[in-house]
Structure formats: C-alpha cells, structure tokens
Nanobody, 124 residues
C-alpha cells in the first residue's frame, strides 16, 4: 500500500522559491512513477511534472518547464518538486500521485494513489 504525504507548501512572493516533498512510508515506493498535479480554485486538476521509477526520465508541463525541477531519492522514499521563479498563477493545491503502470501518463484518472495535497500561494 502506498501512502503519500505532501509537505513544503506555503506562501511565497512572485519570483521566489519553494520546495515540495512527497513522502511514502511503504516499501514499494521505488516501483512507481510519481507525478505532481495542481488544482487552482474553480479549475480542473492539471499535470505539472513526472519522474520515472529510477529518476532517469522527467517530464514537465509547458507552464512550468524551466522553472520547476522534479527529483527523487528512493532511499528516502521521497520525491521533490523544486519551484523557482514562482508566479501568482502557480497558486494552487499541489498533489503528488503514484502510477504503477509506468512513465508517461499525464492524466489524473491514470494515477493509482494520491496524497491529500499541500497549498501553495504566490503573492504578486
């Protein structure tokens, strides 16, 4: 069983940085692709970034490419999302999700496990 817990959200100014973490207490973390999604008020949940099981492959949405970096430390059962050059439009609840079917999906419906989310607020 995978139990994902996000942390690191908070308030940042535009142009600032935050680092989110997604941790799992289970023993099977390394077999899952991990994706980050976000959901702003009144909007649908959207894909942000993904990282393969070993960390060898990453993929980003166009809206965050060049500003956000996803990484993972399987020894610590943790995936990170480093967010730089934050913009007010990055304000959202950020969720991490585990996909057991491999790397490449950006659809929320394809994810198998979800965390409860962490709120990121970026002020202008």
């Amino acid at each position: 069983q995978v139990q994902l817990v996000e942390s690191g959200g908070g308030l940042a100014q535009a142009g600032g940085s935050l680092r989110l973490s997604c941790a799992d207490s289970g023993r099977t973390f390394s077999i899952y692709t991990i994706d980050w999604f976000r959901q702003a008020p009144g909007k649908e949940r959207e894909f942000v970034a993904a990282i393969s099981r070993t960390g060898g492959m990453t993929y980003y949405s166009d809206s965050v490419k060049g500003r956000f970096t996803i990484s993972r430390d399987n020894a610590k059962n943790t995936v990170y999302l480093q967010m730089n050059s934050l913009k007010p439009e990055d304000t959202a609840v950020y969720y991490c999700a585990a996909d057991r079917n491999g790397f490449g999906s950006v659809k929320p419906d394809d994810m198998d496990y979800w965390g409860k989310g962490t709120l990121v607020t970026v002020s202008a």
